[in-house]
């Protein structure tokens, strides 16, 4: 097979300055910083890969397709996963095919070895003709030949690479170095025209040294507030202005929480279309908790978001009671008052619900609203509750404090189970 060069760069030239990539990624709605479309703009010409790094929804994947839209080239994707193995990645060849064809060449085959004596000879010959089965007709491409032998420029997305196993890392590794692939029965296939070539990683494992050596890099965060809501605002949602800022900085406020996993930008989008249809024009809390599910994926993430949302809504909001995490009807969990060593401590707990679980004085006070607890607490500290023995190990504020007495000799037998070591506490 012959094997041809690799242009220094893709013709033809598809930008002409960053901002040209700015302005053909913005036609296509997809938002860009001076950043990225340096990078992009870098990338296409020194026909180099480009490395996307960085947490899952930050627009990577959707990169690598606003490129293929601006420039008009065919998309081709490679979906990496745990256990993929070459021949998903690179080619593979067509079994059944061969075999059909086999079956149809029966009679030419037993001619072709009619003048044959031996089983040596019979074998000799069949190999001699062997390349009528390993040739291109019964190769099947993959993703990487595919962009490789393809007669137009492409853009080749290889999605999730960090997911994919070490091994498939090393096949990558000729195709990005030099935009080629060896099949061992054919020969060097080399691309025509260099494809643009986006790796995407939500980076749940470290990527080898040899595999970031030959691409760009760029780690995608969140972009800022300004820029996420000329996203949303390019998307057309249907949700009002005001009301689609308002979105943004709640999002933001909940990326800023302990989730599980952060609101993505679609998924902000999906929020803002998701309220656009309810015909919401204001958000507040109550509307917002009915559709959190759009944005947090997981059972706690969800908990955690109602709680979190009054305030992000207005920062002096109180919770109303429909958001509060709710442990069954009428449950008021009040610690009452503990004496330890003569020292009282009260504890309420507002916001849990333990209907009749006062712990301490046993009295059971009704049902307290959560605000009532100082009222509750101050009822409590009353004089004449403990005896006078109280005020000399901390009683109330005004009680005058009572000197205790020891006897004489009360130190000596303290400490005298102490003379040969440390003191021994009772069992």
């Known amino acids: ?3 041809q060069p690799v242009p220094a760069d893709p013709a033809p030239a598809d930008f002409d300055s960053p901002d040209d990539v700015a302005r053909a990624f913005a036609e296509q709605g997809y938002i860009t910083d001076r950043r990225l479309a340096t990078t992009t ?18 627009g990577k994947t959707e990169l690598a397709k606003t490129l293929a839209a601006a420039t008009g080239r065919r998309l081709l994707r490679l979906q990496c996963y745990e256990g993929q193995d070459e021949t998903k990645a690179l080619y593979e060849w067509d079994y059944g095919k061969q075999l059909l064809y086999t079956q149809i060449l029966r009679e030419k085959t037993a001619q072709l070895l009619a003048d044959t004596d031996t089983l040596e000879a019979a074998v000799e010959r069949v190999a001699g003709a062997d390349s009528a089965f ?23 997305l290889v999605d999730e690479v960090d997911r994919a196993d070490e091994a498939l890392e090393a096949v990558l590794l000729e195709m990005l170095a030099e935009y080629q692939v060896s099949v061992p029965e054919l020969g060097t296939f080399v691309a025509r025209q260099a494809p643009y070539v986006v790796l995407t990683s939500n980076n749940t494992r470290d990527l080898s040294a040899a595999l970031k050596r030959r691409c760009l890099h760029l780690f995608l965060e969140y972009p800022d507030a300004d820029r996420e809501l000329e996203i949303l605002r ?32 679609s998924e902000t989008i999906d929020w803002a279309r998701t309220l656009a249809v309810l015909g919401v024009g204001e958000l507040d809390a109550e509307v917002l908790a009915d559709t959190v599910s759009v944005v947090a994926k997981y059972e706690r993430d969800v908990e955690r978001s109602r709680q979190a949302l009054p305030r992000l809504v207005d920062p002096n909001a109180t919770v109303p009671s429909s958001l509060q995490h709710d442990h069954g009807p009428g449950h008021t969990h009040s610690h009452g008052s503990h004496t330890h060593g003569g020292h009282s401590h009260d504890h309420d707990h507002t916001g849990h619900d333990h209907t009749g679980h006062d712990h301490g004085d046993h009295t059971d006070h009704g049902d307290h609203p959560a605000d009532d607890g100082r009222r509750v607490r101050a009822a409590k500290d009353t004089p004449g509750r403990h005896d006078d023995s109280f005020g000399a190990r901390g009683g109330p504020a005004d009680a005058p404090g009572v000197p205790r007495q020891v006897r004489a000799g009360q130190g000596a037998r303290s400490f005298a189970g102490n003379r040969g070591g440390a003191r021994r506490r009772p069992v």
Not at 44 to 56: F, I, M, T, V, Y
């Open 1 to 3: 097979m012959t094997v």
């Open 41 to 58: 703009f870098v990338m296409s010409r020194l026909a180099k890969p480009l490395l996307l790094e960085g947490p899952a929804g930050v």
């Open 134 to 156: 390993f040739n291109e007709r019964f190769l099947a491409p993959r993703p990487l030949l595919e962009a490789i032998r393809s007669e137009e420029p492409v853009v080749l």
């Open 234 to 265: 390019s998307k057309r949602t249907g949700l009002g202005d005001a009301a689609a800022q308002r979105l943004v900085d709640v999002v933001r406020g909940l990326r800023g929480l302990d989730l599980r996993k952060a609101p993505s930008i």
